[in-house]
């Protein structure tokens, strides 16, 4: 799945095997504390006349030092203001000034102490109680900084500057809302300030008022259109707001401006691939790392991309690269378990989970990646108890309906009590555990069962249960405790060696039954029924499962049978265009206005053998005992296992397993060939 994540600090996607929920990660707003230090004025341009034998005056060296100052020779001015300060002369615009050049360089200490010299000369010195705010900021003193910056506020009560810069103090302390009034004050006084409006922006981001903060963005940006961060954070928001393309041309007007920008190079690529224009998000992810090599997150996500591009190799070499210069990022090893786990390298696989739970103890999404891992490998006990962290992921699990009563802790309950059941994820997992409904009752339970409301009739007439619940009618249950259908298993601890049930339990009624029967028996051939594609909403987080309709062209080289399709919704418009459409039964187009699953049921029955990729239809036919072979991807979904060509979920049914990655080819070849083995055919 995929995880989206949406600051830097964090993680974008975060791929699981079944649902792709996490986005990708986005830059943090960049806040800046854009007012230059200011130098001191100086009153005349005195140079020193160096053929003079006079030692050059105190008025004379500072202003020297303010001219290589403003010229931006740092070294010279640094060397005057030096020589000034060691002879002993007094004056605050050295002291404060040097500050300036010592915070350049790093040297907050020395340019704390400078500074404070400053404010020792002059105590009402404006710009030096400012310049000291900036330093103790730096510092990580933010209450000192406070407090600086609002003694430079008190004696220069029209400060823009300063007002702008205690909001960002303010903001740093949390105290978001004096935040807020410190922006607005310096946007006051100096109405056409573009810093303070786009760190106004900033912080109304953070306070989640969108709509005001893309304004003041746009504000900065029309009062300093070479704004690049203004441009950058504005893409941001207008992506929060779900303006993908007006987000894009921010990023690529910040990128115009400023051409070595890694990060809107970075959220570029992100918004690229929200568009699907997954070539052009590649470039702009390679264009991040290329300006800044050690941009994890743009290796991470370019893993994703990769990865979603089909591209597993590259996109390896991308979630390690990472992870090597992030060592602690979870989401990576996370993904990269994923990936591996694609790859067949179940082993690796395991310990990117383990290593993603190491960094990251809560991780939910990790826990039930790998859970899926243990039950793919056969180890029920573990998976089992791992898979309940589906509740606990950024987008968990969610039951099909509501409910007032508690949920049950697997507890083992006594007879008579009360339990709701209540389904969860697709229709396929429905038919394959609803089984265990009736297993309950027996045991002296009072069931109450709530299932999708298109497989009802379907229940009653398996015996199932005679009065399944509509979502609206559990609701009111206010007695007993619930439970998910998928937590059955757990709380009756299948395993293979103890499957309960494996003898069918899915049944049409004999009315339909013979209905179908009069209608297919005019076929005259025996009938493979078959089914091609599921969900597509699955399929980019179970990819690969489905199949093209026209690989079963090669079954259609034999005229032994006649072809039936079970397909509905997604994929069946592909059966009009396949090229051997005359080798379907005569009916197909009454079966295709079939969707009730009861009928379907019935039309199942009358078929000899069903063939089907890894949808609902495979356990609707292998709950109703038929003959199914069913054809799984190189790495299947937990429920199949490896290598066995059988499975104790469903006994009449066979697997048909991919040797090769994507060559789907080859495995109907195989069946084509088993088909031929058989005495009917």
């Given at each position: ?50 053929n003079t034998p006079s030692q050059p005056s105190k008025e004379q060296i500072i202003n020297q030092a303010i001219e290589f100052h403003s010229q931006g020779n740092i070294p010279e001015a640094a060397k005057y203001y030096k020589n000034f300060i060691n002879k002993g002369f007094k004056d605050e615009r050295a002291f404060s000034n040097y500050g ?133 954070n504005l893409g941001n928001i207008l992506n929060d707001l779900g303006k993908l393309q007006e987000a894009e041309l921010s990023y690529r007007k910040a990128i115009e401006i400023k051409p070595d920008f890694a990060e809107a190079h970075y959220n570029l690529g992100n918004i690229l691939n929200d568009l699907g224009k997954l070539q052009e998000a590649e470039l702009s992810y390679r264009k991040a790392i290329e300006i800044k090599p050690d941009f994890a997150e743009a290796h991470y996500n370019l893993g994703n991309l990769l990865k979603e591009l089909g591209k597993l190799q590259e ?367």
């Open positions: 799945m995929n995880c989206r994540i949406t600051e830097l600090v964090s993680s974008k996607k975060v791929l699981t095997s079944r649902d792709k929920d996490q986005g990708k990660k986005k830059i943090k707003n960049v806040k800046t504390y854009p007012v230059p230090f200011t130098l001191e004025e100086k009153k005349e341009n005195i140079t020193i006349n160096t300036v050049i010592l915070k350049s360089l790093g040297k907050l200490k020395e340019a704390e102490i400078s500074t404070r010299k400053a404010i020792e000369i002059k105590p009402d010195f404006a710009k030096a109680h400012y310049n000291l705010g900036n330093i103790l900021n730096d510092l990580g003193k933010l209450k000192e900084a406070e407090i600086s910056t609002r003694k430079a506020i008190e004696i220069k009560p029209d400060y823009a500057d300063a007002y702008s810069n205690l909001g960002n103090i303010l903001n740093d302390l949390g105290k978001l809302q004096e935040a807020e009034l410190s922006y607005r004050k310096a946007i006051e006084i100096k109405p056409d300030y573009a810093e303070a409006h786009y760190n106004l922006g900033n912080l109304l981001k953070e306070l989640g008022k969108l709509q005001e903060a893309e304004l003041s963005y746009r504000k900065a940006i029309e009062i300093k259109p070479d704004f690049a961060e203004a441009h950058y996109a390896e070499l991308s979630y390690r690269k990472a992870i090597e210069i992030k060592p602690d990022f979870a989401e990576a090893h996370y993904n990269l378990g994923n990936l591996l786990k694609e790859l067949g390298k179940l082993q690796e696989a395991e310990l990117s989970y383990r290593k993603a739970i190491e960094i990251k103890p809560d991780y939910a999404e990790a826990f039930w990646n790998l859970s899926l891992l243990e039950l793919l490998q056969g180890d029920y006990k573990n998976g089992l108890e791992n898979y309940e962290f589906r509740f606990k992921k950024k987008k968990p699990a969610i039951p099909h309906c509501k409910t007032k009563v508690q949920r049950i802790n697997n507890q083992k309950l006594q007879k008579g009590e009360k339990l709701l059941v209540i389904s969860e994820q697709g229709l396929g997992d429905t038919l394959q555990y609803m089984r265990y409904i009736p297993y309950l009752r027996n045991q002296e339970l009072k069931i109450s069962f709530c299932a999708q409301t298109k497989l009802h009739s379907l229940i009653q007439a398996s015996g199932i249960d005679q009065n399944p619940l509509t979502p609206e009618q559990a609701e009111t249950i206010s007695e007993g405790q619930w439970s998910s259908l998928l937590s059955l298993p757990r709380y009756l601890e299948i395993n293979p060696q103890k499957p309960i049930i494996s003898e069918p339990y899915i049944f049409s009624t004999n009315q339909l039954k013979k209905k179908w029967k009069n209608i297919l028996s005019k076929e005259k051939r025996p009938i493979i029924g078959i089914n091609w594609q599921g969900n597509p909403n699955m399929e980019k987080t179970y990819q690969g499962r489905s199949i093209p309709l026209e690989t079963f062209a090669t079954l259609a080289r034999n005229n032994n049978f006649k072809l039936l399709s079970l397909q509905k919704g997604f994929g069946s418009e592909q059966l009009e265009k396949c090229s051997f459409r005359n080798k379907f039964v005569n009916c197909q187009a009454q079966i295709d206005e079939t969707w009730d699953f009861l009928e379907n049921a019935a039309i199942i029955e009358n078929c000899d053998l069903i063939i089907t990729c890894d949808t609902s239809i495979a356990h609707l036919a292998g709950g109703m005992g038929k003959k199914v072979w069913l054809l799984l991807k190189d790495i299947p979904f937990w429920t199949w296992g490896l290598e066995r060509e059988n499975t104790f979920w469903y006994p009449s049914m066979r697997l048909f397993r991919q040797k090769e990655r994507n060559n789907w080819q080859e495995v109907m070849e195989r069946v084509l060939m088993e088909i031929t083995k058989e005495k009917n055919y």
